[in-house]
């Protein structure tokens, strides 16, 4: 039996190709839609994966590209003053901590079953959002004090972020509304802070395992800077009228996407495949 040619990288050094030009496009939407309402990884990871990157390798170099544009959008919110980072600081940390607690977790254990339930509650979510016309259209009397808020959701959300993620911001969002009575602007920003937390978390894990393409990596932040900035200053200009809708069209679409690859029927294996070919979709 001939051995297989190793795969090629997928695009190539020398020259400037349509590929990069597609990669550096979709980094500035995904920045854009992620400075706003989260879901950015919606159109990144299908596009790591299409170019050509393994999943391993497509998960890193998509937390590098978009750890930049979450730090340029929190940026931009904190310079709003929408975040008061003395109050976060114990959430940030734990928010950190827990999120590499929950990507080394994941490396032993299957998020399958937890997978099929989120579909359900972020439905359940979007409902909710939908039917309150003005939930976060101001603020309102928190309902627990900020220090145990932001360390009992920073080590429940960030360890789910780094163990399965999808979903997480719009988490973070409605429980900063629901729980912490912020205006949903003010949520939004709180909300890229903690992301921004957990990606650098898991990060770290993706470049110790020398899983991040440089490279691609950076021609995608590139990107996601310009969308970011420019997300982030509408959404701050407009506030709920640009967030909520946004945001509901995101969670319903990520929603959709993850019912779809837990209740899809399994392919048929390739005849001829080796069992131990690697998987082609992102955990």
């Known amino acids: 039996m001939a051995s297989q040619k190793?795969?090629?990288?997928?695009?190539?050094?020398?020259?400037?190709?349509?590929?990069?030009?597609?990669?550096?496009l979709i980094?500035?939407?995904?920045?854009?839609?992620?400075?706003?309402?989260?879901?950015?990884?919606?159109?990144?990871?299908?596009?790591?994966?299409?170019a050509g990157l393994p999943p391993q390798l497509a998960l890193g170099t998509n937390k590098l590209q978009s750890s930049c544009g979450t730090a340029l959008a929190t940026f931009n919110y904190a310079r709003a003053g929408l975040i008061d980072w003395k109050d976060w600081i114990p959430g940030i940390a734990m928010t950190a901590a827990a999120s590499i607690a929950g990507a080394l977790t994941a490396t032993a254990a299957e998020p399958s079953h937890l997978r099929k339930l989120i579909p359900v509650v972020l439905v359940l979510l979007a409902a909710y959002t939908a039917f309150k016309p003005d939930l976060g259209a101001g603020t309102r009397p928190a309902r627990m004090k900020r220090l145990p808020f932001s360390l009992i959701l920073g080590s429940a959300l960030g360890f789910y972020d780094g163990f399965l993620g999808p979903g997480t911001g719009s988490f973070w969002m409605m429980a900063c509304v629901l729980i912490q009575g912020l205006h949903?602007?003010?949520?939004?920003?709180?909300?890229?802070?903690?992301?921004l937390s957990s990606n650098v978390g898991s990060l770290g894990l993706f470049l110790l395992a020398g899983k991040v393409d440089f490279r691609i990596g950076l021609l995608m932040a590139a990107g996601q800077l310009i969308g970011a900035y420019t997300g982030s200053r509408i959404a701050i200009r407009l506030g709920p009228r640009l967030i909520r809708p946004v945001f509901l069209t995101v969670v319903l679409a990520l929603a959709?996407?993850?019912?779809?690859?837990?209740?899809?029927?399994?392919?048929?294996?390739?005849?001829?495949?080796?069992?131990?070919?690697?998987?082609?979709?992102a955990p």
């Open 6 to 24: 190793p795969r090629p990288h997928p695009v190539p050094v020398d020259g400037f190709t349509w590929q990069y030009f597609a990669l550096f």
């Open 184 to 195: 949903l602007t003010a949520a939004t920003g709180v909300t890229k802070m903690m992301n």
């Open 256 to 281: 959709a996407k993850l019912a779809w690859e837990s209740f899809r029927p399994p392919e048929k294996p390739v005849r001829g495949a080796s069992p131990d070919s690697p998987a082609t979709d």
């Open 27 to 50: 980094g500035g939407a995904a920045g854009f839609v992620d400075a706003i309402a989260g879901g950015g990884g919606l159109l990144t990871v299908p596009a790591l994966l299409a």
